[in-house]
């Protein structure tokens, strides 16, 4: 069955901090793996794409990394602000152009 | 640039009414597509499209419908609630499909059934 498992459920750091994420996936066959933010009452908004190729990618201070052999994927967060308070969710395409498999996300508490 | 709008923001329905939520992008995307975010839960697929007059289920369809006659608008009818459909409601759009092109989110319409 595919399925996208995300952890922790929820995170809770002091500003400054760095954090990691956890994403692993059971998804077959596998086509690209996205992070999302959802800030409070709000939808989500796509941070970063990881393709099969890709090990590595960063946007600003959120670095995703992908291994596709472990089908593990992790969001590291560097020097996290107030603002970074959210839900984080990974989301796992396969063959369908039009359906995604989503995890449930992690909720990360930023206190100052 | 207004995005993807969603309306109402919050509603409150009693068991067996029925209601329309609204959905309007500006981005000219072909893809447009209804969620519902439930806690504890990934999104989950109700309704989609790929283009006006075209529309398809998702994983969770029944009890609502869809229409797109236009490429902006994608209203989300509830055809008789249920206390089981008590939950946040987003509709999102992208260029391509979701697998190719990001999706962009409304902002959500958190609806009670009572």
């Known amino acids: 069955k595919n399925q996208v498992e995300q952890s922790p459920q929820s995170l809770i750091i002091l500003e400054g901090k760095n954090c990691t994420l956890q994403c692993n996936y059971t998804v077959s066959p596998f086509s690209n793996l996205r992070w999302y933010k959802q800030d409070t009452g709000r939808g989500p908004v796509s941070l970063t794409i990881?393709?099969?190729s890709e090990n590595t990618k960063s946007n600003g201070r959120y670095t995703a990394t992908l291994d596709a052999d472990t089908k593990q994927s992790s969001l590291h967060i560097t020097a996290s602000q107030l603002s970074d308070s959210a839900s984080y969710i990974c989301v796992v395409s396969w063959d369908s152009n039009y359906q995604l498999i989503w995890g449930a996300g992690t909720k990360l508490i930023i206190k100052p | 640039n207004a995005g993807v709008t969603q309306t109402p923001k919050f509603q409150v329905l009693k068991t067996g009414q029925s209601m329309t939520l609204q959905c309007a992008q500006d981005?000219?995307?072909?893809?447009m597509s209804w969620y519902r975010q439930d806690p504890g839960m990934g999104l989950r697929l109700i309704h989609y499209?790929?283009?006006?007059?075209?529309?398809d289920q998702g994983e969770v369809p029944n009890g609502y419908n869809v229409s797109r006659s236009t490429t902006e608008d994608f209203p989300l009818r509830l055809l008789s609630a249920a206390p089981s459909q008590t939950s946040v409601y987003f509709c999102?759009?992208?260029?391509?499909?979701?697998?190719?092109?990001?999706?962009?989110f409304g902002n959500g319409t958190r609806l009670t059934v009572t």
């Open positions: 981005m000219n995307h072909e893809y």
């Open positions: 999102a759009s992208s260029r391509q499909g979701p697998r190719n092109s990001p999706l962009h």
């Open positions: 499209s790929v283009g006006a007059g075209i529309t």
């Open positions: 990881m393709t099969f």
